[in-house]
């Protein structure tokens, strides 16, 4: 079975310009998230899907960042324009829907994309 | 907003056992620890993970205390390859989403 994919590894833009991510979460999963480390910091949360559906885009630092998940399937995380501050490691991870009343969801975590911003 | 307090590194000799102990006194009564690795360029891999009672699987055990304020992982005979960032998480939920909380982890290193 496949993991979780993510594209680029990784991308080198100057200030201003545009970069898209991406990740394709492991199949059958409906739970999709998005995490970031910057530069000396812990990996933080930026935001949540079940399906197509933002459940909790509270970690989103503000309205520069765009993500999307059509169809329920892969998502992109669009960032424009980007500024210095936005460099770092882009994780994305995906889990299951809990069942049974008994939602452990372990999230899979993807190989990051490093994104640097000049 | 951390929920875990991690050393910083830690050494341990190949075959020993290494224990990673992790704080997380302000836990709530439904919130798992998780514990992941990451070994250099690669993403946060899940080892293991637990509510109050102690669990084992292939990789680890993870060992809570009653009051669940701390917990200790441990990896009993440890290999070069287990040098890696590991990472001590609560799992905390709001608004119907379940997100994990990061701390800023322990660098084991493996001994020869």
């Known amino acids: 079975e496949a993991g979780v994919t993510q594209f680029p590894s990784h991308s080198v833009i100057e200030k201003g310009q545009t970069v898209t991510l991406r990740c394709d979460p492991i199949?059958?999963?409906?739970?999709l998230y998005w995490y970031r480390r910057v530069m000396g910091k812990e990996i933080k949360f930026l935001l949540h899907?079940?399906?197509?559906?933002?459940?909790?885009e509270s970690g989103m630092p503000n309205n520069r960042f765009l993500a999307e998940r059509t169809g329920g399937t892969y998502s992109t995380l669009k960032v424009q324009p980007a500024e210095l501050e936005d460099s770092g490691v882009y994780f994305c991870?995906?889990?299951?829907?809990?069942?049974?009343?008994?939602?452990?969801?372990?999230?899979?975590f993807g190989p990051g994309t490093r994104l640097l911003v000049l | 907003d951390a929920k875990t307090t991690q050393p910083t590194s830690m050494d341990c000799a190949e075959g020993r056992a290494a224990n990673l102990p992790c704080n997380h006194s302000t836990i709530s009564g439904n919130e798992y620890v998780y514990w992941y690795r990451q070994i250099h360029s690669q993403g946060p891999q899940y080892i293991i993970h637990g509510l109050k009672n102690n669990e084992t699987n292939e990789m680890a055990s993870l060992i809570i205390t009653e009051d669940r304020k701390s917990s200790t992982l441990i990896l009993p005979h440890a290999t070069l390859r287990d040098t890696a960032v590991y990472y001590c998480?609560?799992?905390?939920?709001?608004?119907?989403?379940?997100?994990?909380?990061f701390g800023t982890g322990t660098r084991l290193k493996v001994l020869a």
């Open positions: 991870a995906s889990s299951q829907a809990g069942t049974s009343g008994r939602a452990q969801e372990t999230q899979y």
């Open positions: 199949s059958g999963h409906d739970n």
């Open positions: 899907f079940v399906k197509e559906s933002k459940q909790d």
């Open positions: 998480i609560v799992r905390v939920k709001v608004s119907g989403t379940y997100k994990y909380i």
